[in-house]
């Protein structure tokens, strides 16, 4: 099976730094080499270029470090676009940011009403979209999402700090098909996977705390971080093609390939 062709946002890491600490990923004392970083970055946007995906560019803010994670800028489905509400006041100026770049583009934005930090939190896999919450988007949010985009709403807590975004914890691989790290969720949550996910991919701790868990499918080919190399080997034999990047530098930041990336969902053949 061919992976389907996507259309990605991203931005350059150009001003990234590690000026404050948001996350237990975080250490503004531990020195960061933005150079490299966006080295790092080309790398990936090269490897969906060269994979077939289209990637879109939003131009980066100065003093908005972390506004590399574009994944947070939105939720985007079928066309419509809710915007965002970051949880912390140093990401707050990201989303009028985002917001202008979507309307510019002709994306219907719905507003937010609360606190929710786009496809770091809420994935669509199949008709369903999971949804985080726990450490940044609110559990109120999850209503306002059912409601714009009229998907059913699986709301998940999580439970592990350096795990503090659904997507640290959780990929999906196609429309039937998740990996997790079990862990990262409250006992009531990895019922409700095990339920809607029996076959899904159970990730190790070792992979996780490499942001293993943060990567990026068309379906086939699966971007992922180069050391997590356990996950690496369980979705081999599953049948997908890996594909593996370096991003240790954004890591120092709690960002992965999926951080870097916000899917662009024009309808609902684009899924």
């Known amino acids: 099976m061919d992976g389907l062709r996507q259309r990605f946002l991203m931005c350059r890491p150009t001003y990234f730094a590690v000026d404050y600490a948001i996350n237990p990923w975080m250490d503004p004392t531990a020195p960061v080499d933005t150079a490299l970083a966006v080295r790092q970055w080309e790398l990936l946007r090269r490897t969906y270029l060269d994979l077939g995906h289209q990637v879109e560019l939003i131009d980066p803010l100065p003093g908005l470090p972390d506004m590399v994670f574009a994944a947070n800028g ?16 140093q990401r707050a100026d990201e989303a009028p940011a985002y917001r202008s770049w979507l309307e510019r583009s002709g ?3 719905s507003d937010p009403k609360h606190v929710n930090e786009g496809e770091g939190d809420v994935l669509l896999v199949g008709d369903h979209l999971l949804a985080g919450t726990g450490f940044r988007t609110s559990h109120a949010a999850h209503a306002r999402l059912q409601e714009t985009f ?15 975004h659904l997507d640290t914890a959780l990929t999906v691989l196609d429309e039937q098909t998740v990996a997790y790290l079990p862990e990262a969720f409250s006992p009531g949550s990895r019922a409700v996977l095990r339920r809607l996910f029996p076959d899904a991919v159970h990730a190790t701790t070792a992979d ?5 868990l943060n990567a990026v499918s068309d379906g086939r080919h699966v971007v992922l971080p180069e050391q ?10 599953r049948g997908y093609l890996t594909i593996g990047v370096d991003l ?3 890591r120092k930041a ?3 390939p999926k ?9 609902r053949a684009d899924r």
């Open 150 to 164: 009229g998907y059913p709403v699986v709301t998940l807590h999580l439970v592990d700090p350096r795990f503090y």
């Open 259 to 267: 951080c870097c990336t916000l899917r662009l969902r024009q309808g």
């Open 107 to 109: 994306f219907e934005v």
């Open 254 to 256: 709690g960002g992965g």
């Open 74 to 89: 939105a939720t985007v489905i079928d066309g419509h676009a809710m915007a965002v509400q970051f949880r912390d006041p």
């Open 228 to 237: 997590a190399t356990g996950l690496t080997g369980q979705l081999r034999d």
């Open 248 to 250: 240790s530098e954004l």
């Open 208 to 212: 996780a705390e490499v942001l293993g």
